[in-house]
């Protein structure tokens, strides 16, 4: 439980932070995070750093687009896995005709219906939203078929904030299995993390504080691309700093709204943000 309430929780926090921004990137109403969240994004990560990684909301800002882009392509199955207590199928406007599926452990499905109650909010989303309650170290292909997902037809996989907390060998499985229920023409956004963040001095005591929590990465890619080749998919990859300064050989995608300067902290180069499709 403490992994579930503190990085769904954090992350919760993070995008309250940015959305309160003059500046903002993203703007998330529900976020759906409690104060003991909020206080505890405050201490572990922005008290450290001496700001909130704006990684989090870059990567929500983007993920819109992903979905929002799917949906004009034709694409009417978007699977969200560890959707956590993301409000992405709220905020956005999808089609009618769009099944939006979002997989987590029970425990945290459960929560979130709570603190929505709690909000006095009443949500329906445009789209058709279904939940389905399963451990992705487990046997949750089957649930998510029993809950309508069709593997004919061509899916958008939306993998936010998990990889990293998975070790190398969960990680390819995981890629492995979403490989195997996509139809042609699927698509991937994810993100990682690089394993040089493990060492950087002025990350340590973040880490430190984030393994005395239980909740450290377990994993880390040097390079994305091969380790997507390897599970099937092929990959576009930038880290936060790709994105706020572009290269000239290596552009942001056409679909990417700019990520303004200010996203180039010191913590930005360590995160991959990852669009990939079937190869």
């Known amino acids: 439980m403490q992994t579930i309430s503190s990085t769904a929780g954090w992350t919760a926090a993070a995008r309250e932070l940015e959305s309160v921004r003059a500046d903002r990137i993203l703007e998330d109403p529900l976020t759906l ?49 560890a959707a956590g207590l993301e409000s992405r199928v709220f905020r956005l406007e999808l089609p009618t005709d769009l099944l939006y599926m979002e997989v987590d ?107 005395e929590l239980g909740v450290l990465w377990a994993s880390g890619w040097t390079d994305p691309v091969d380790r997507l080749a390897a599970t099937g998919w092929a990959g576009r990859t930038w880290t936060v700093k790709d994105l706020a300064r572009p290269l000239p050989g290596n552009p942001p995608a056409a679909w990417m709204p700019p990520v303004p300067a200010r996203a180039d902290t010191s913590d930005s180069g360590y995160h991959w943000l990852i669009w990939a499709h079937t190869a």
Do not use: K
Not at 163 to 174: I, V
């Open 33 to 81: 995070c409690t104060d003991a969240e909020r206080r505890q994004w405050q201490d572990v990560v922005v008290s450290v750093l001496g700001y909130s990684p704006p990684v989090v909301s870059v990567r929500a800002r983007l993920g819109d687009e992903a979905v929002r882009m799917a949906a004009e392509d034709g694409i009417r199955q978007v699977v969200s896995l």
């Open 105 to 211: 452990l029970p425990a945290l499905l459960e929560a979130r219906r709570q603190r929505l109650d709690q909000a006095g909010l009443s949500l329906r989303p445009r789209c058709r939203r279904v939940e389905v309650a399963a451990d992705l170290s487990g046997d949750w292909r089957q649930r998510l078929e029993d809950s309508g997902f069709d593997p004919r037809a061509r899916t958008l996989w939306v993998v936010e904030g998990l990889l990293p907390y998975l070790d190398a060998e969960a990680c390819d499985t995981l890629l492995r299995t979403v490989r195997g229920l996509s139809a042609p023409g699927s698509r991937l956004w994810c993100d990682h993390i690089h394993p040089d963040v493990f060492t950087a001095a002025h990350y340590a005591p973040v880490l430190a504080s984030l393994d």
